[in-house]
């Protein structure tokens, strides 16, 4: 069983926030709560793992002199995309494992 305290108008928004989409709070926070475990990522982290991978991957051949080709951006935005979860849950493990010192 979880329990939180918490202030009378943090309730009535809670209660606010059930009652909007027609349901009880126990219902509700109980949803809300299982959602927010059962999610293992965060889009907004992945999303800026993906323009980091998108910068990283244009810099290098920008910096080299070379042409950056529509067909060379479509390729990098396509394996981007791809391989940005999975990217993203490889950063956030290292943040996991890294000793205080490492970050």
Not at 62 to 90: H, N, Y
């Amino acid at each position: 069983m979880a329990q939180a305290r918490i202030t009378e108008d943090e309730r009535e928004q809670l209660l606010g926030a059930a009652r909007a989409e027609g349901r009880a709070l126990g219902e509700w926070a109980r949803e809300v709560l299982l959602r927010a475990a059962r999610r293992s990522e965060d889009p907004l982290f992945t999303e800026l793992i993906a323009t980091r991978m998108i910068l990283l991957n244009l810099l290098k051949p920008l910096a080299m002199g070379q042409v950056v080709t529509p067909e060379d951006f479509t390729r990098i935005s396509a394996t981007v995309r791809s391989d940005k979860r999975k990217v993203a849950q490889e950063i956030r493990q290292q943040y996991v494992t890294a000793s205080p010192k490492e970050l």
